[in-house]
Each structure stands twice: as C-alpha cells, then as structure tokens.
C-alpha cells in the first residue's frame, strides 16, 4: 500500500492561515461586499417600505436623472464638497508633516504636546463630542467655534490684500484660514502616522549629512522627504476617505437627508455617484504621486 505523502511545513502554515482567516472572510463577503452590492442595486430601483417586507422595482437611470438634472442642490453641493476636499486635503498635508517634524525633536515636553495633538481624535469620537456639545451652550457646534478661533480673531482677507496676492491663492488662502480650526482639529491621525514614518528613518543617514555639511533644509528636501514616500502616500489616502465620508460633508448630509425622508434609491444614487467620481480623482491623484514622486524618490 503506498504511503500518503504529509503535507510540508508550508502548506500547513498556508492551511492554518487560511483557516484563522475564514470567519474574516465570511464577514468581509456578508457584512461588506454584499452590502455594497445592494446599495448599487439601490441606486437603480424604487424602494417601498411596506408593513413587514421591502418592495424594491428596477427604474434604471431615473434615480440620477433626477439627481443631476432636477434636484436643485445636488450640483451645488457636489462641486462645494470637491472645492472643500481640494483645499482641505494639501493644508492638513502640510500642516501634520510640519507639525510632525516638530514633535520628533527631543526637547522637554514632547510627551505633552503629542498627546495634545491627538487629543482631538479622542474629542472627535461620537460619544464624547456629543457629550460636549450637550453640556456646552446651544451655539457651541463646530462651525460656531471654528469661527470664534479663525476669522474672528484676525481679519485675514484685509492681510490678503495688502499683499496683492492672485485671486486663485487669495481664495484658496482665505477658505483655508477660515476653516483652520477643522483642519488642525482632522491632523491628529496623520500627524501619529508620520511620527511613525519620521521614527523608522535610520539615524545613519543624518549622521552623515552632518559630516558632509548639509544644512537642516538639504536634510529635509533629500533624506526626510524621500523617505516618507509611503508614509505620504498612506496619509493621502486616509485624509481623502476622512474627507469624503466626513458628517460635515454637505453632499454626503444631503444623502443622508435621501433617506431620513424614506428616499433610499435616490439616497443610493446621489452617494454612488459621488463616491465614483471622487474614487476617480484619487486613481488619478495617486497615480500621478507614484509616476512623479515615489519613482524620482526611489
């Protein structure tokens, strides 16, 4: 009788892992993909609720007919959430490295002020800001303290004109200042992932710099940037989806509004379509920052 052949180490190691992986698997199918599947069914088709069941009639393109050519706000919105995802995304860029870079200095202190800096990703989180807002005044919603910290301290638009500045940075400066409180309060996150990334950079390389003579800018424009390549790419990723999925965004409120008055496929559609043109912008974004920037980086 011939003897069956035992499987080898690294067919087991794949089976065991195949195997641990299997309940991720059959959630990821049930609880994310076939959920997604059905929201683009929704999109195309009528929804009725009725007493103890859905009804649901396929319509085609009549939910984004009426979206694009017959509702009055959804271009409106749509361009007003693309305005906000180009300015906000480049100022918390900037703003996480700057500040990530400042962290990662040794000086007495540090601890405190990054925590500090995270401190509003743990005040963001739904339980503990509506606890704020509910013991704070009837007026203390973001937008309103936003506008207390930004404009209404220093009139940046008199600033802007003393300067001459083009009327394209001039916008893009004061939609930026104006939401500068917002912008800080979305860095936390980023600015952790690039501590994290400034952290793995081998002190080796500065070593050397130093005993070639390069100043603090050379050192930044040829060792810390080129080597938070992937760290950027990741950070540009998640500013991006934070943005589009944030409750702030008009669009996405708008959707929401789709549904609150039972209007699931137009909801559906509105969101869809969103989500495909911005799902586009980042292909295109990312594609160009791994041709131009990672490519020249490596």
Same mark, same amino acid.
């Given at each position: 009788?011939?003897?069956?052949?035992?499987?080898?180490?690294?067919?087991?190691?794949?089976? %065991?892992?195949?195997?641990?992986?299997?309940? #991720?698997?059959?959630?990821?199918?049930?609880?994310?993909?076939?959920?997604?599947?059905?929201?683009?069914?929704?999109?195309?088709?009528? *929804?009725? *609720?009725?007493?103890?069941?859905?009804?649901?009639?396929?319509?085609?393109?009549?939910?984004?007919?009426?979206?694009?050519?017959?509702?009055?706000?959804?271009?409106?919105?749509?361009?007003?959430? @693309?305005?906000? /995802?180009?300015?906000?995304?480049?100022?918390?860029?900037?703003?996480?490295?700057?500040?990530?870079?400042?962290? $990662? $200095?040794?000086? %007495?202190?540090?601890?405190?002020?990054?925590?500090?800096?995270?401190?509003?990703?743990?005040?963001?989180?739904?339980?503990?800001?509506?606890?704020?807002?509910? =013991?704070?005044?009837?007026?203390?919603?973001?937008?309103?303290?936003?506008?207390?910290?930004?404009?209404?301290? +220093?009139?940046?638009?008199?600033?802007? =004109?003393?300067?001459?500045?083009?009327?394209? +940075?001039?916008?893009?400066?004061?939609?930026?200042?104006?939401?500068?409180?917002?912008?800080?309060?979305?860095?936390?996150?980023?600015?952790?992932?690039?501590?994290?990334?400034?952290?793995?950079?081998?002190? @080796?390389?500065?070593?050397?710099? %130093?005993?070639?003579?390069?100043?603090? #800018?050379?050192?930044?424009?040829?060792?810390? /940037?080129?080597?938070?390549?992937?760290?950027?790419?990741?950070?540009?990723?998640?500013?991006?989806?934070? $943005?589009?999925?944030?409750?702030? $965004?008009?669009?996405?409120?708008?959707?929401?509004?789709?549904?609150?008055? @039972?209007? !699931?496929?137009?909801?559906?559609?509105?969101? #869809?379509?969103?989500?495909?043109?911005?799902?586009?912008?980042?292909?295109?974004?990312?594609? /160009? !920052?791994?041709?131009?920037?990672?490519?020249? #980086?490596?």
């Amino acid at each position: 009788m011939k003897q069956r052949k035992r499987p080898g180490l690294e067919t087991m190691r794949a089976r %065991h892992a195949f195997l641990f992986l299997a309940p #991720w698997i059959v959630g990821m199918v049930l609880f994310f993909l076939f959920p997604i599947v059905q929201a683009v069914y929704f999109s195309f088709a009528r *929804i009725a *609720i009725e007493p103890g069941r859905v009804e649901t009639s396929f319509i085609g393109l009549d939910n984004f007919d009426y979206i694009l050519f017959k509702d009055t706000q959804y271009i409106d919105n749509f361009l007003t959430s @693309l305005t906000d /995802l180009v300015i906000s995304v480049p100022f918390i860029l900037i703003v996480s490295l700057i500040l990530a870079v400042l962290l $990662n $200095n040794r000086f %007495h202190g540090r601890l405190f002020f990054r925590a500090l800096f995270f401190l509003p990703v743990i005040i963001a989180s739904g339980a503990v800001l509506d606890l704020y807002l509910g =013991a704070a005044a009837a007026d203390a919603t973001e937008i309103a303290v936003n506008d207390s910290v930004s404009f209404s301290m +220093i009139d940046f638009s008199q600033i802007f =004109a003393a300067l001459n500045l083009p009327t394209s +940075i001039e916008n893009y400066l004061t939609v930026a200042l104006d939401n500068l409180f917002l912008l800080v309060w979305q860095s936390g996150i980023q600015i952790i992932l690039f501590l994290a990334g400034l952290q793995s950079i081998p002190d @080796l390389l500065y070593e050397v710099s %130093h005993v070639e003579g390069a100043t603090k #800018w050379e050192e930044f424009w040829f060792i810390t /940037l080129p080597m938070l390549g992937r760290t950027m790419f990741l950070v540009i990723v998640f500013t991006i989806v934070e $943005n589009i999925t944030a409750s702030n $965004n008009v669009l996405v409120s708008q959707g929401y509004n789709f549904f609150a008055n @039972l209007d !699931y496929g137009r909801g559906a559609a509105a969101l #869809w379509l969103y989500f495909l043109v911005v799902g586009v912008l980042i292909a295109a974004v990312l594609l /160009l !920052y791994n041709k131009v920037f990672l490519k020249r #980086w490596n």
